[in-house]
């Protein structure tokens, strides 16, 4: 077990930058989601299988903020997809450890979808696990790998986690 | 109920849409085409590189155990315990000795050979097996197997020929252009279950006038567009399809401006995700395969997938993609793989187009299983053609469909 506060960690900012990356993307704000990223970062969202085998292959993934501007892009101009409504359920906060290299979190995520005439449904059950840092005056993911223990995803998954 | 179902007037230009809900045809195409004379994608060999080492799967609705028995050797067994029928391996992959079903501790060897019976002879002189109970006539069942290129392939039926003549020797040559005997190795699995008809998978991927006009990613970024030199070929029964393209780039012309969704001012932030480098002979950078009827076996510039298609009932299939590269890919091509994934998959920018297209596709067909689509794009002929302005490859599968299915 870590001990726990720990030292130097502001868990209120912390909070604070999920508060915001959860607001946008729920509000689909998704044209504010690359810069809760450094420039150089590692986005996954991966299926555990994956993850436990040591693969790195993942259903969405991006190593810098312009991927995930990509990302953006492909959804809102490229894509064809039926409408649908995320709604993100984080469970509370785990600092697990702050270093040089910034602060490892973890916390579980639901991600449910709801579609037209449809009833509600879980799309990821996943644990994230991030790496925060201070960035320009500000925290921001240096990585955010989301291993979701889902088999089957229904249908696609198309917005962010 | 199928004895009222019949083919419209139209025989290659239609296909009614009752084939995508009536339970009746579908029960059928199980017995007739998944449990038929046909092989069915089951796995890499490298997904069970030792003794012992299995995974598990699904063919048609069975589920089955893929081990490899020896060094050589790699058997397909039926997962369903010969006493009682318990789908006794509940794992996804592992490694065994001898297969052991919980409920009464059956146990069989890697072919599917019980071992042995607990209390057989009873306890205390009590209860037991019959006299004429013979543990040689009661092991798993045990499909035919070929492992062809990295490739495990089973098939229920002893009628089947063999893989390469299953494929006919044009589709040997296309088989082999990708899996040409190099070792293969897993980089990682996407699982999706679509609602919809597992044919509409097999269709979607049979239709390369989609191709140019729903994925704007394709199009827009050159990767796949109806300008490009392309083809689509057939084996001798129609089962069989490939859709081969030449990736040209980012330009807009005549052929663009019939494509209302392209976006001629679309730059990527970071193009690492097209940073594709030739590997295969030919000019082609897009093959790809549909074998009838459980798999598609996708080249798509650098990524390489085979996406299993797992009927789950008349409106839904489960769809297994397993990633995989060369075991010799240096470190840099496996990381260019991994990105190129980005297009595929539940998330793919270009395979989620197809994911929500055929699901919405079953929504329309399945309300008015009397009416028919339309399958005329390119004419009414069966036969390769050097263009993707077709559906071809549509008519084909369903010449050999409804031969198979006597309709």
Redesign the interface.
Known sequence: MTAFPIAGVDRLAVQALYDAYYGALDDVELEAWPDFFTQACLYR???R??FE?G?????????????L???V??LT??????PRYYRRFPSPLRIVSSDAEGTRTRHNLLLVQTLIDRPTEIVLSAVCHDLIVEDAGRLRFRERIVVFDS????????YPA | MSARREWPADTTGRVPFWVYSDPEIYRQELDRIWYGPHWLYCALEAEMPAVGDFKTTTLGERPVIVIRSAEDEISVLENRCAHRGVKFCQARSGHAKDLLCPYHQWAYDLNGNLLGVPFRRGVRRQGGMPADFDPAQHGLRRLRVEVVNGVVWASFSAETPSFREYLGEKFWKHYTRVYDGRKLEVLGYNRQHIAANWKLMQENIKDPYHAGLLHVFFVTFGLFRADQKSAVDLDETGRHSVLISCKGEQEVNDVTADMKNFQGDLRLADPRILDVVKEFPGEETVGMITVFPSVILQQQVNSLTTRQIVPTGPVGFDFHWTHWCYADDPPEMRLRRTRQANLFGPAGFVSADDGEVIEMSQQGCAAAPDEAALVVMGGREIAPTDHMVTETAIRGMYRYWREVMGL
């Open positions: 969202v991966i299926p299988e994956n085998r693969y790195t292959l993942s259903t969405m993934q991006a190593e810098s903020r312009g991927m501007q990509d990302r892009t492909g101009r490229t894509q064809m997809y039926a088999e089957m995803i229904p249908n696609s998954l198309v």
